[in-house]
């Protein structure tokens, strides 16, 4: 397992280095030194079914070239440009790490048993992600790239209808704290419904980590990222707040 994991995401000195703004990240709570290897790990996010996050995703140096690569897209040329959004054919970095994530669904390290999955024959990796939708072509082909500075988040959501189920997000550059409600709730940025009690769920995201969505987890929970003061909080602490890059991959819906 472990030649095969470093086939797939190659060898990391702890020594490498990242950007100044992710070093300083290293110091948000909760997270390890991201110049740590640390092999991918796929947990269950328990509350919410078909919410699974991968820590460790990236290296720092997987981090960094990825982050060179979005740069010379030369979408954030402007300061005003902070989202960048691409359909049909991706760029070739953003195949690369569309790959990466269906290689790290297959191999990647496990901290809990993999869950049943119907319309699988064997108990094999596929059911971390439904069968489906790991061996559809393409994997994704959607693509959204937003830069968020420091105090910008986006509200609770449910993605569009017009893409398939099975979302990945890839955070870069700054931890944060994602929160999920369920579809029906209210959240910070939307009006209040004092009647519906808001069940929250928060999700700790360091660079370099993964999120899949699938099932539940993108049709019935909304998401949201507030970065106002006092709401990126994580075991006690609030959360050092830099520049944060997200890469999020989707599948167009397509008529039969």
């Given at each position: 397992m472990e030649a095969l994991l470093r086939q797939v995401f190659g060898d990391s000195?702890?020594?490498e280095d990242i950007s100044e703004?992710?070093?300083?990240?290293v110091d948000d709570v909760g997270c390890h030194s991201t110049s740590d290897r640390n092999y991918p790990t796929w947990e269950p996010i328990?509350?919410?079914?078909?919410l699974w996050l991968c820590r460790h995703f990236l290296s720092p140096h997987?981090?960094?070239t990825f982050l060179s690569a979005i740069q010379n897209e030369g979408w954030f040329l402007e300061a005003s440009n902070n989202q960048a959004m691409r359909f049909g054919d991706l760029p070739s970095w953003a195949i690369e790490l569309s790959n990466s994530i269906r290689?790290?669904?297959?191999?990647?390290?496990?901290?809990?048993?993999?869950?049943?999955?119907?319309?699988?024959?064997?108990?094999?990796?596929?059911c971390w992600l439904p069968p489906d939708l790991l061996s559809r072509e393409p994997f994704f082909d959607q693509l959204i790239v937003n830069v968020y500075q420091p105090g910008e988040g986006?509200?609770?959501?449910v993605d569009l209808m017009r893409f398939e189920d099975g979302i990945a997000i890839v955070s870069l550059e700054s931890s944060c704290v994602m929160h999920f409600t369920q579809v029906g709730e209210v959240s910070e940025c939307g009006k209040e419904q004092p009647e519906l009690p808001m069940i929250k769920i928060p999700v700790f995201l360091m660079p370099g980590s993964l999120v899949l969505l699938f099932g539940d987890a993108r049709y019935l929970w909304k998401h949201?990222?507030?970065r106002k003061p006092g709401f990126q909080m994580w075991e006690g602490q609030e959360v050092n707040q830099k520049r944060r890059?997200?890469?999020?991959?989707?599948k167009l819906c397509h008529a039969d």
């Open positions: 000195s702890d020594s703004e992710k070093v300083d990240s328990k509350e919410i079914k078909g997987q981090q960094s290689e790290v669904v297959l191999y990647g390290d496990r901290t809990h048993e993999a869950p049943s999955c119907a319309g699988s024959d064997s108990g094999e990796a596929a986006i509200c609770a959501h949201e990222i507030n890059t997200s890469i999020t991959l989707r």
